[in-house]
């Protein structure tokens, strides 16, 4: 039975260094293009689940072999206590759910961290000799050099997969983001120097001979690991290979692919990260490596070389990038509006860094972190939650009311600084711990360091580079799955690269056949290595049944735990393969629109029942029932949605979308239902804007409730605050424009309407909008100028063409507004309004031939116009030809009697004044009275009639009635005149 369960142990201990070596490798490669989170989730989902893996050989070695011994390290109380402020402060966090899974798309919660520790341990423990510490080396370059190699596909145009957010001068590879590939190259290519200059099989062969002479003396017993015939014929036979003289190089081929991709995620953060770790690395090197040089001045070219060439081209120059985010003060100011009320200072270092890059807004971050952290000092806000705080606190540091304007400030869910991203998510106690770990493994690496041979000595010096890479990286951005989980491994095989050295150490330093005990220790340690027992054994002190049985027991509950811990991780993952499938169903395949939704929001529906913690997969469906709701105008998809923007505000109580969903519902009750809902929609984008100020459309929806409420100013100033988030927003600043321009401020109405054509200078629109300010405010020279390029962009709107011809008429320019009126009608000739008004044009430039020709178009068109009637008939009077003009008068009265135009009964009473038909006269002037009451006119008329048929009392009477309504005009004052004396001389 014995040695079935040692065979046992002994295959899991191969499976569990095999799962390890996959860590390393599946990691960083994986990811899965079901999910909406391609790399980050798949990356976190591989980890738990090789994790999990390992959890379970782990468990069965345990199951089965009594003399294990866990193998302890000298920084366990410092990451035992990293652990545990770790946790305390995940549970006393803002929101603990949050900390414990982790932000969507990051996922460093406490489970991830337990995940790196437990890999941490484990790889101590089983990372035991020279052959599985260069395995697992060898798997970590084997992941760096598959990433790198598609990296540089990626570059040369060689994908399978179309990426939406791929930036051919930044690869990113298997990562999703060039940076998180980029610092993962530097943590693993000092790996691929070192293993260029080292020679381990050789070594070990020397170490081999030496046991194996001191054995045949009988002076030191040959330990079983290392005395297996297997073993010594490995190592026999790898050393011939190893002794090619090509072996080496291919690993600097293999560094040189690595740090070729490594200049095309053209990275900063990692750039000074490399400098920060192989420029001591190289510098070491030249001193230990006392024979072939040669080597080393190869490679400082080659590297030297590769990086000027890749500097000395725009798109992966990391060079120009850090030139190109530094600038004056004086050029970070083209977005300047007007605003007294600027009064909100930029701290002095934020002036030299250009508004448009990433260092602008990295200087906010970090104050944005201390503002934080003096609210949360002792165990911060939880791990993973910056993002529900983040964006209010920023707000206080920088205010969109900037003298300079507004920077669109992205969400931010960690801060781009290890140590105050350690202080704001776990406070001072998490930052002291982290660093006491730090210091503790430091302290042990410098201990131990000056007793490991030259070549453990150069693996240790090329991880620590790795980890020096790392923390450098990490201080001006961060980690994400693969890159900490290297690093903890990264620690171990430090850890380990110590242990193997010591048991080395300890075979070898006493070749006169004296035994310390310290070696002593360490055989008995590995003692069950390869399934053998060694000359030395530990006492047996698990066999009692009852130690059996509790052992058993303990290890059936953690696989019992470590299933339902696997079913709930692949929930995770299939919620989000549901999410992604529903939403690429709902986006994409929309020529059956009502099954596709119905089949898109069962999926996504079904996401959130795997995952309901997930508060991202609520708002697309909350957004989604809006949406339906905008198509519809139905209320049960608003119910629906109001449902879950409470849902993601019960998760997360300062949840920005969902404040912003209940403001969008409300809204559309009020604007659609007629309910008074309009102050509640109000107070609800209030407290989305509250929880994060730098969400354009925020302000500009509240705007439009402010437009409705007839506030205009408070939506200026909404409109003003979407424009500085996001000034090349063409809405909101067409938006502004029309708002100042119906308030009457003509000046900022005209300084938005230019910056539309700025921004689009393509769309005639807004060449036609600027044209309408120009001509309010009396620029009319340049408002033809604006009318006339939109005519020139677009010359078929006839909007535009009918807007220039109203400024030139309006402007008494009649040869070009007739031009343009023929272009109008040209393309249109069925507008009566463009004949009408052409013909008004040649009539007042006294060509009436032209003018009847138009007017009587227009009367073709709409025969009913009394306006294009009366146009015709009174160029017909001007132009002598009275007949004419009473009888189309006539004809129009007699087929329309009941048109309501005083002018048409006004121009026939004058023809019939002209035959002296006062009665005609008469009539038709009461007529036109009792259309209008206040026809000076009519009453001027009808006196002179009166005053024709002797009359005179009652024409006296009309006249003064035409004086009343206006007593300066000449006209009939003087008809009152003659009408006096006549009343006199009678």
């Not at 101590?124 to 598959?146: D, E, H, P």
């Not at 990038?321 to 530094?326: E, K, L, R």
């Not at 201390?370 to 993002?387: Q, S």
């Not at 100042?740 to 900022?748: A, I, R």
Request: hydrophobic share 45%; glycine share 4%.
């Amino acid at each position: 039975m014995k040695p079935i369960l040692k065979n046992i142990t002994t295959y899991c201990d191969k499976i569990l260094v095999g799962l390890l070596m996959a860590t390393v490798i599946f990691v960083p490669l994986w990811f899965d293009i079901r999910l909406y989170s391609v790399f980050d989730l798949s990356k976190v989902t591989a980890l738990y689940l090789l994790t999990i893996a390992i959890l379970v050989i782990w468990t069965i070695i345990l199951a089965f072999n009594h003399n294990f011994k866990f193998s302890h390290t000298a920084i366990d109380i410092p990451i035992l206590a990293y652990i545990f402020v770790f946790i305390i402060s995940s549970a006393v966090s803002i929101n603990p759910i949050m900390s414990l899974f982790g932000t969507y798309k990051r996922f460093e919660g406490l489970t991830a961290t337990l995940c790196y520790i437990f890999v941490f341990y484990a790889t101590v423990n089983f990372t035991t000799t020279k052959k599985r510490l260069y395995l697992l080396i060898i798997s970590i370059l084997a992941g760096a050099i598959i990433s790198s190699c598609y990296g540089i596909a990626q570059y040369l145009g060689f994908d399978f997969f179309k990426w939406s957010s791929f930036e051919a001068r930044r690869v990113f590879s298997t990562f999703g983001n060039p940076v998180f590939f980029s610092a993962y190259l530097v943590m693993t290519l000092p790996l691929a120097i070192i293993l260029f200059f080292s020679k381990p099989l050789q070594q070990k062969k020397v170490v081999l001979k030496k046991l194996s002479r001191m054995a045949s003396s009988n002076r030191v017993p040959l330990p079983l690991s290392l005395s297996s015939k297997r073993e010594d014929e490995y190592l026999l036979r790898k050393d011939v290979f190893m002794g090619k003289w090509c072996i080496p190089w291919i690993f600097f081929v293999l560094s040189s692919i690595i740090y070729t991709a490594f200049w095309l995620t053209n990275t900063r953060a990692c750039f000074v990260a490399l400098l920060g770790g192989l420029i001591p690395l190289l510098f070491l090197l030249f001193k230990k490596q006392a024979i072939e040089r040669y080597k080393f001045v190869f490679l400082v070219i080659s590297f030297v070389l590769i990086g000027i060439f890749f500097n000395v081209r725009h798109e992966t120059s990391v060079i120009k990038h850090f030139v190109g985010d530094v600038q004056s003060t004086e050029s970070s100011t083209e977005n300047l509006i007007p605003d007294k009320n600027q009064i909100h200072k930029r701290p002095w270092i934020a002036n030299k860094f250009s508004v448009t890059g990433s260092s602008f807004s990295r200087i906010f971050q970090y104050l944005t972190a201390i503002r934080i952290i003096k609210d949360y000092p002792m165990l911060g806000i939880g791990p993973d939650t910056i993002g529900i705080v983040y964006q209010k606190n920023l707000a206080t540091v920088f205010s969109v009311q900037e003298s300079d304007g507004c920077f669109h400030f992205p969400r931010q869910d960690r801060i781009h600084n290890d140590i105050l991203d350690t202080t704001v998510t776990r406070g001072i106690f998490g930052l002291s711990t982290y660093i006491w770990l730090l210091i503790a493994f430091g302290v042990y690496v410098g201990k131990n360091y000056k007793q490991l041979s030259s070549q453990n000595k150069l693996l240790m010096l090329g991880i620590l580079a790795g980890i020096v890479c790392y923390l450098t990286q990490n201080e001006f951005s961060f980690g994400n799955t693969p890159i900490v989980t290297l690093f903890w491994v990264m620690m171990a095989l430090c850890i380990s690269i110590v242990k193997i050295n010591e048991t080395e150490g300890g075979l070898t330093a006493n070749e006169s056949g004296l035994r310390t005990k310290k070696s002593c220790e360490i055989v008995k340690l590995r003692s069950y290595e390869d399934g053998k027992t060694g000359h030395t054994q530990a006492p047996n002190l698990s066999t009692s049944p009852l130690r059996i049985f509790y052992r058993w027991l303990s290890c059936g509950i953690t696989l019992t735990a470590i299933g339902f811990v696997t079913i709930f991780v692949l929930r995770f993952c299939k919620a989000d393969a549901y999410f992604e499938y529903g939403r690429r169903i709902l986006e994409y395949e929309k020529e059956n629109l009502q099954t596709v939704t119905e089949k898109g929001l069962y999926f996504i529906k079904h996401a959130v029942i795997l995952n309901p913690y997930e508060t991202f997969y609520r708002d697309e469906l909350c957004r989604t029932y809006i949406q339906l709701a905008f198509k519809t105008k139905d209320e049960i998809w608003l119910q629906k949605a109001y449902i879950e923007a409470n849902n993601t505000l019960r998760l997360i109580p300062q949840h920005y979308m969902g404040f912003f969903h209940l403001g969008m519902i409300h809204q559309f009750l009020a604007e659609h239902f007629n309910r008074n809902t309009i102050d509640t929609a109000i107070a609800c984008y209030k407290r989305a804007i509250e929880s994060d100020p730098f969400q354009a459309p925020f302000h500009s929806n509240l705007a439009s409730l402010y437009i409705n409420k007839g506030s205009l100013d408070q939506a200026i100033g909404e409109l003003r605050q979407a424009y500085l988030i996001r000034p090349d927003d063409l809405n909101h600043v067409d938006r502004l424009a029309n708002a100042y321009l119906k308030k009457g401020d003509l000046e900022n109405a005209l300084i938005f309407a230019r910056k539309t054509v700025q921004l689009n200078p393509a769309e005639p629109g807004y060449y036609n909008n600027l044209g309408a300010v120009l001509s309010r405010k009396g620029l009319h020279e340049e408002a033809v100028n604006a009318f006339k390029k939109a005519i020139e962009i677009d010359p078929k709107d006839p909007i535009y063409v009918e807007n220039l011809t109203k400024l030139y008429l309006s402007l008494e320019k009649y040869e070009e507004s007739i031009l343009y009126y023929k272009r109008l009608i040209g393309l249109n000739p069925s507008v009566a309004d463009h004949h009408n008004n052409l013909g008004v044009i040649y009539k007042r430039e006294k060509q009436f031939d032209n003018a009847i020709r138009s007017f009587q178009k227009a009367l073709s068109l709409q025969p009913d116009n009394p306006i294009y009637t009366y146009n015709l008939a009174d160029t017909f009077v001007e132009n002598g030809q009275y007949d004419e003009a009473k009888q189309i008068l006539q004809t129009f009265d007699k087929t329309y009697p009941n048109q309501k135009y005083a002018n048409i009964h006004l121009l026939l009473a004058n023809l019939y004044s002209k035959n002296e038909n006062w009665e005609k006269v008469i009539y038709e002037c009461e007529r036109a009275i009792k259309i209008d009451e206040k026809s000076i006119s009519a009453y001027k008329m009808l006196g002179n009639a009166y005053n024709n048929l002797h009359q005179y009392e009652l024409a006296e009477k009309l006249v003064n009635n035409a004086i009343a309504l206006n007593p300066n005009d000449q006209e009939a004052q003087d008809l009152l005149v003659r009408i006096s004396k006549r009343i006199k001389t009678h």
